[in-house]
Structure formats: structure tokens, C-alpha cells
């Protein structure tokens, strides 16, 4: 079981960090009107990043991702609406572990993960989990006791499932957290159309 899982952690770690920068280049590059935009997201999002790392909490890193976003430009009404919902809503880490979980319980108990509606229900329960059950005490194992019984797999399956979500806990809060700043900017872009940042700069309000 420890090498299935370091393999389950070798895929899981690394495409956090391609979703952190690959995808998260892509909605700055989009909310900020160009590259401007990503210099200035990444430039404010690794404290945020760091600090859901270290808490693996999405509400305790919402103060240090209201400054991030304060100095991103994004106004004070969008981030006090955005960033609380978000910190419970947002959850695209947690959607991409809930995949590797029931991917995971599908390869040690020799199912075949393959089929339009076994995709469908994985991406189901991956957003349900992530979502509705992301403010519940407890959420990320009832998520997984609801895999385990949605899949109708044995009793056992449950503790094997449960260490998968202790270690990756951390980074997916990394990539929800972080990802709130930047879902911020792009709220800001709806609002206030694609030139907000470069007024703000203009105007002295964000550093480039």
C-alpha cells in the first residue's frame, strides 16, 4: 500500500503545480487584459499559497488572500463578496483529489475505471464533495465514506481512501485558496471591464 501510494502522490503533487501555474496563468492572463495581469497575480498569490500549504485551511488564509486581492486592485466590495464564498465554494484541488481517490480505490480493488458513466459519477461526486460538503465538520470523509458506498466498495476501502485525503490535503488547499484571489480578479473583470487593471495602475493603485 506505501508504494501505491507515493505513485498516487507522484501524479497527484505534480499536476497541483501544473494547475497552479498553467491554469492560474491563463485566468490572470484573462481577468488583467494580458500579461499584466499575470505579473500581478503572481506576484500577490504566494502568500496566500504558502499559508494554505501551511494550515491546509481555506478560512484561516482568508485574511492574507483579502490583502492579496487588495493589492491586485480588486475593489473592496468584490473581495469581501468573492473571497468568503469562495473559501468554501471554490474547491478545483479538492475536485482534482476526489478524482484521484476514486481512481485510486478503482486500481487496489481491481475494478476498471473506464465508461462514460462511471466518468460522469466521478465528476459528480468530485464537485459534490468539493463544494457541498467543503463547510461541513467532517466533509472530506463523508465525501469519501460516500465514494466507498456510491461504488459499493467493502468496509476496508474506507481507511485506505481517508490516509489518500490526509496527504493531499495540503496542496489542494494550496490550489483552492490561492485560486480565490485570482476567481476575484476575474469577477473584476465582468464588472468592470477588461481595462480595470491597467486603470488601476495608472491611477497608482496597484503596483505593476
Not at 484573462?30 to 501551511?54: D, E, R, S
Not at 490526509?166 to 494550496?174: E, G, I, R
Not at 491597467?198 to 493603485?205: L, Y
Amino acid at each position: 500500500m506505501i508504494g501505491n501510494y507515493a505513485r498516487a502522490m507522484v501524479i497527484y503533487y505534480p499536476l497541483c503545480i501544473a494547475y497552479f501555474f498553467v491554469a492560474f496563468f491563463v485566468y490572470s492572463f484573462w481577468a488583467g487584459g494580458g500579461m499584466i495581469g499575470v505579473k500581478v497575480c503572481f506576484k500577490n498569490i504566494i502568500q496566500p499559497a504558502i499559508t494554505a500549504l501551511a494550515t491546509c485551511s481555506s478560512i484561516a488564509t482568508l485574511p492574507v488572500n483579502l490583502e492579496a486581492s487588495r493589492k491586485m486592485g480588486v475593489s473592496k466590495d468584490v473581495r469581501e463578496i468573492v473571497l468568503p464564498l469562495g473559501a468554501t465554494m471554490h474547491m478545483d484541488g479538492t475536485c482534482l483529489s476526489s478524482i484521484l481517490k476514486i481512481a485510486f480505490l478503482f486500481g487496489v480493488f481491481g475494478q476498471n475505471f473506464s465508461g462514460i458513466g462511471t466518468y460522469l459519477t466521478a465528476i459528480l461526486l468530485s464537485v459534490l464533495g468539493g463544494v457541498v460538503m467543503s463547510g461541513v465538520p467532517g466533509g472530506g470523509l463523508i465525501g469519501e465514506m460516500l465514494i466507498c458506498s456510491l461504488y459499493g466498495f467493502p468496509p476496508e476501502a474506507f481507511p485506505i481512501i481517508a490516509a489518500i485525503g490526509f496527504l493531499v490535503d495540503p496542496p489542494a488547499t494550496m490550489v483552492n485558496a490561492a485560486g480565490d484571489s485570482v476567481a476575484s480578479m476575474m469577477v473584476t473583470r465582468l464588472t468592470e471591464g477588461k481595462d480595470w487593471l491597467k486603470k488601476k495602475i495608472a491611477a497608482g493603485e496597484v503596483e505593476a
